[in-house]
């Protein structure tokens, strides 16, 4: 007999390997990474997800008096860079991929954060969520000096130091 | 020791080379040497006539903020001792010129092109022509210099294609190019062949079509989010580029990877070689005609797509590494599920590929056709199946191990008789070798961690890290930075490969070229379309591949 006929009996023992998709659900494992979910109860704005996310899908810019954290899934590697570092365990990785939309602003989800002011130059410079978690953290820390910018802060210490000599 | 009396073999060689040497390093795994300019070629002359020393990768980079100089790093490897030896040239940073070694070394005339065109290097004994930019590239601006950060250049060039498509008002409307360049397909390469009747004479291949500045964009991103840049370098083998690029920062830095990790990044590994390897196969025998053949490989292959899923979270880009370690560890339960997938493979995979090459086109059609003789395969520097099917057992597994190969004996799959056939006998045993190696490495998992607590980055440190492809060897070169790579220098397989075609399409039918050049696997689109120029009559014709090679398949019948 012709060898390469052997084929045949394969063919009708395993019969039909593909999936009616979309009709029958694809199988993704447990392992799976897919989108992101950020749960706004728990994050409180601290951005390390958008340092260590390898295409920029994530950014904190504050726009008025709020900071939004923007997830834009058309960017979305679903590495879970972001759900590794997060301090807070606030993002999620889910199962989702099917996120095809007519839509593109269907693409972009928003956590939207309040900002504390700079009590001296009134500059908008962290989220309130944040600075109370840094308040608690630092209990001994002056709260004067924690209601002011990265920069006014330099310049309070700064002159006090002078004062005391 | 073993390694003691395999180091005599080079003694002359390394004393030569030392008392050559203005100044030199010696580290665990190469001896990198200072040489002034005028004597690179005297050095690179010695290296050519040494029997078992090769060109693995020349990296260009500009250090002139942190030396005063441009360097040429030239990357020689010693395969049977498992060492590398790099020759460090500094550069005159006002006139950067350093003489051509490509007619020495054969292998080094892209790389020559690509550190002229990248970063402005002269080579005194050729004439250069834009290789690797396109046309309409601004004259003077060389990408890597470190004049230029990624928006300076995002600025500086706008493709013509823009200005073309605002003159017809369509400035909303999306750019469909369509031809031999078209930057959709997975590897976009061009080859004119030149036929005399049937029979192709010679051949010219274009190429860079779709290169994407990635070297440059590595160095405004930080250490751990490089390897997801990297693992997007391929799309069918990424994980070696990742797992490369990792290795070259630790090797650095100094940086002691956990063993468990090493023997996780092996398993992927291996993994990615059985997916790819069936891949290719599922597309060889689709070139040929069998396209029976090509649905019940790529069936077989679906399951090592979902394993991979299991042990990495992604199908394909797994996402797995990190500067230090993995970030995934694989449980008892996924152990279990692991052989017991792999067994199944292996039997399938057995039963099947023994009918697939009993079929009498696929058989006619790879024996004999693509000859690739062994010396022109050894003065080309080629890697992988490619090589390994011309006789020669270079294997970056076992010549110069890295991850879990250090632990376990190994011996590279070689065929000698140098056709289309040997290098895909060379891919088929190698599934089952990789089997076989997962199981092991399943098998002796050992405890501990999957990455290193921390590590801190020092600038100006000089890695290599190496990783045998299912394609071949791929080569990172790394000069480390504060926050970033400060160079970094990626060589896959195919650009030391392609060269090789040429030779392999001597004297072959028109209807074999296509398999020839998919013979070194390099991830081709059916798509992707030939010129084909006849001489004689000199006209010229754009054909499909496949459908080319289909008419081979024809004529057996």
Redesign the interface.
């Known amino acids: 007999m012709v060898?390469?006929v052997?084929?045949l009996p394969?063919?009708a023992k395993?019969g039909t390997?593909t999936i009616r998709y979309p009709y029958a659900k694809p199988?993704?494992?447990?392992?799976?990474?897919g989108a992101i979910e950020v749960d706004p109860s728990k994050c409180t704005g601290c951005g390390a997800c958008t340092?260590?996310?390898?295409?920029k899908a994530l950014s904190l810019n504050i726009e008025g008096g709020t900071a939004i954290l923007r997830y834009f899934v058309g960017r979305c590697?679903?590495?879970?860079?972001c759900a590794?570092i997060c301090p807070e365990k606030a993002i999620k990785i889910t199962k989702e991929f099917e996120l095809a939309s007519e839509q593109v602003s269907d693409l972009y989800i928003d956590v939207e954060h309040e900002v504390v002011t700079c009590r001296k130059c009134g500059s908008k410079f962290v989220t309130s969520k944040l600075l109370n978690k840094v308040e608690q953290k630092l209990s001994e820390f002056s709260k004067e000096l924690l209601s002011l910018c990265p920069r006014c802060r330099r310049v309070e210490m700064l002159s006090k130091q002078v004062y005391l000599r | 020791m073993e390694s003691l009396s395999t180091d005599n073999e080079f003694e002359n060689l390394y004393s030569y080379l030392k008392k050559i040497s203005n100044r030199f390093v010696e580290e665990e795994d190469h001896l990198r040497i200072v040489v002034e300019n005028e004597k690179l070629r005297e050095v690179a002359e010695v290296l050519s006539k040494t029997e078992g020393v090769f060109l693995r990768t020349i990296a260009a980079s500009d250090e002139r903020s942190v030396n005063g100089f441009y360097k040429m790093y030239y990357v020689f490897g010693l395969d049977r001792i498992h060492r590398n030896i790099v020759v460090e040239v500094p550069l005159d940073a006002e006139n950067p010129v350093i003489p051509s070694i490509a007619d020495i070394v054969k292998a080094a005339d892209w790389y020559e092109r690509e550190a002229h065109d990248l970063i402005g290097i002269k080579f005194s004994g050729r004439i250069l022509h834009r290789f690797v930019l396109p046309d309409d590239w601004p004259e003077n601006v060389y990408p890597l210099r470190k004049d230029y950060t990624v928006q300076d250049l995002v600025k500086l060039y706008r493709p013509e294609i823009i200005a073309k498509a605002r003159e017809v008002e369509a400035e909303a409307a999306i750019i469909i190019p369509i031809g031999p360049y078209h930057p959709a397909l997975h590897e976009p390469e061009y080859f004119e062949l030149y036929v005399r009747g049937e029979k192709v004479v010679g051949a010219r291949y274009v190429g860079f079509m779709v290169h994407r500045g990635i070297e440059k964009l590595a160095e405004s991103?930080?250490y751990?989010?490089?390897p997801?840049?990297a693992e997007r370098i391929c799309g069918i083998c990424g994980y070696v580029h990742s797992t490369s690029y990792c290795q070259a920062v630790e090797k650095a830095l100094k940086i002691h990877v956990p063993e468990r990790a090493e023997y996780i990044r092996s398993i992927v590994l291996e993994i990615e070689r059985i997916h790819s390897h069936l891949l290719w196969l599922g597309v060889a025998l689709h070139l040929l005609g069998y396209d029976?053949?090509f649905m019940?490989v790529w069936?077989i292959r679906?399951q090592v797509m979902?394993l991979a899923?299991?042990?990495?979270?992604?199908r394909k880009?797994y996402?797995l590494n990190i500067v230090g370690g993995v970030?995934?560890d694989i449980d008892r339960d996924k152990v279990n599920k692991c052989v017991k997938v792999l067994d199944s493979i292996a039997k399938e995979f057995k039963?099947?590929v023994?009918?697939?090459m009993?079929?009498?086109q696929v058989k006619s059609r790879l024996r004999g056709t693509g000859l690739l003789p062994r010396n022109e395969a050894a003065s080309l520097s080629l890697v992988g199946p490619t090589v390994r099917g011309s006789g020669i057992p270079r294997d970056v597994r076992r010549d110069y191990p890295y991850a879990a190969y250090k632990y376990i004996d190994f011996k590279p799959v070689v065929r000698t008789e140098c056709d289309n056939m040997a290098r895909t006998e060379v891919r088929v045993e190698e599934v089952f070798q990789s089997i076989e190696l997962v199981k092991n490495f399943l098998d002796r998992l050992p405890g501990g961690g999957i990455a290193v607590d921390s590590w801190e980055p020092e600038p100006y440190r000089f890695g290599i890290g190496a990783v045998e492809a299912p394609r071949g060897e791929v080569i990172h070169v790394i000069v480390t930075g504060r926050y970033s790579p400060y160079r970094w220098r990626v060589r896959a397989p195919t650009y030391q490969n392609l060269p090789a075609v040429p030779i392999m399409l001597r004297d072959v039918d028109l209807a074999d070229a296509p398999i020839t050049i998919a013979s070194i696997d390099p991830c081709f689109s059916c798509t992707d379309r030939a010129l084909i120029i006849n001489i004689e009559k000199s006209d010229v014709r754009d054909v499909p591949l496949v459908a080319l090679s289909l008419k081979g398949s024809r004529l057996l019948r």
């Open positions: 060898k390469f052997k084929v394969i063919a395993i390997v199988i993704v494992t447990d392992s799976f990474r340092r260590i996310c390898p295409p590697i679903f590495c879970g860079m590794d | 991103m930080k751990d989010q490089v997801f840049l029976t053949g019940h069936r679906e979902i899923e299991m042990l990495t979270g992604s880009t996402g970030r995934r039963e099947f023994e009918i697939a009993s079929v009498p």
